[in-house]
């Protein structure tokens, strides 16, 4: 795994100009979900020049897009229904429970996107892309706080079982439908 480094999207334009990236940009594929490939071909660039969103591209020792994954930060609200004391404990750590609503409004980390290029998708594993994930975001926070992370999924037993691994953690806290999608997304959540 030492063979690869995530690197900001925006170091990269400084490092080698953009239209390098948009070349290295287009050779990423994702037939599983298109709207992955669309966001690295489409929007990565551009939401990282906005500040929306930075892209980190997983690139290999010969420049090659292994992978990529996307962060912003976003506020989240959080019922408190159901939630465990252990879990209610760790929460108000980061926020104060709104009593009339019965819920938490939560500043996070959002893993706004996270895949792996078609092309080269056995040289890193899920896992591997999740801990280069979580350790810029463990870099962020000594820098400036936090300490909840969260990102939606489709709902496919094959990837919340992935984020709920013993590895990963994530926990489901609620779920969103989008009219646009006409899809219901799993929202899921971490404490680190």
């Known amino acids: 795994m030492s063979q690869y480094n995530a690197v900001n999207i925006l170091d990269m334009v400084d490092a080698i100009g953009e239209d390098a990236v948009k070349n290295i940009l287009s050779d990423f594929s994702c037939h599983k979900n298109f709207e992955i490939e669309n966001y690295v071909k489409k929007n990565a660039l551009e939401f990282a020049k906005r500040k929306m969103s930075i892209t980190y591209l997983v690139v290999d020792e010969e420049g090659n897009l292994v992978a990529f994954f996307a962060l912003t930060h ?70 400036i706080g936090g300490g909840v992370v969260y990102l939606e999924c489709e709902e496919r037993p094959q990837l919340l079982s992935f984020y709920e691994n013993e590895k990963n953690r994530f926990r489901v ?19 680190f």
Request: glycine share 6%; net charge positive.
């Open 74 to 143: 976003k506020a989240v609200q959080l019922t408190n229904e159901g939630l465990s004391g252990s879990m209610r404990k760790k929460i108000e750590r980061h926020a104060k429970l709104d009593e009339q609503s019965n819920t938490y409004m939560l500043s996070a980390f959002l893993i706004a996107q996270f895949g792996k290029n078609d092309r080269y998708k056995e040289k890193v594993t899920g896992n591997e892309l999740m801990d280069m994930t979580m350790n810029i975001l463990v870099a962020v926070q000594r820098e």
């Open 173 to 191: 806290f609620g779920e969103r439908y989008s009219d646009k999608d006409q899809m219901k997304y799993i929202q899921l959540l971490r404490l």
